[in-house]
């Protein structure tokens, strides 16, 4: 069954650290565009940050930049994203997703073209 698997979601107080781990099965996400997206409540799904297949490039919204990181690990068919500095802007559902080929980093998190694949979600509540 190919599908993404996410974990490390939680509480944090401001100014705290998490990480978010997608873990993919039955497909090979080095081929893959990836990104990590979130939704709060009442507002609609943003790309947070997407990186390419084809190379190091990512892109990050600007509320985020600085702060979040994302990476892969392919020998564990793994995407992450690092988030510090959390504050309760940040609170949403997080969904990782995958698209096959090279897409442009900054159209991926448009979702200009469909993900192919996207994970459960992992709720991230920031407050005090």
């Known amino acids: 069954q190919r599908q993404l698997v996410e974990s490390g979601g939680g509480a944090v107080q401001p100014g705290g650290s998490l990480r978010l781990s997608c873990a993919a099965s039955?497909?090979?996400?080095?081929?893959?565009?990836i990104g990590w997206f979130r939704q709060a409540p009442g507002k609609e799904r943003e790309g947070v940050s997407c990186g390419s297949a084809a190379d190091e490039s990512a892109f990050y919204t600007d509320s985020v930049k600085g702060r979040f990181t994302i990476s892969r690990d392919n020998a564990k068919n793994t995407i992450y994203l690092e988030m510090n500095g959390l504050n309760p802007e940040d609170t949403a559902v997080y969904y990782c997703a995958a698209r096959a080929g090279v897409t442009p980093v900054q159209d991926m998190c448009r979702l200009t073209y469909a993900a192919d694949f996207w994970g459960q979600g992992a709720q991230v509540t920031v407050s005090s």
């Open positions: 039955g497909f090979t996400l080095a081929y893959y565009t």
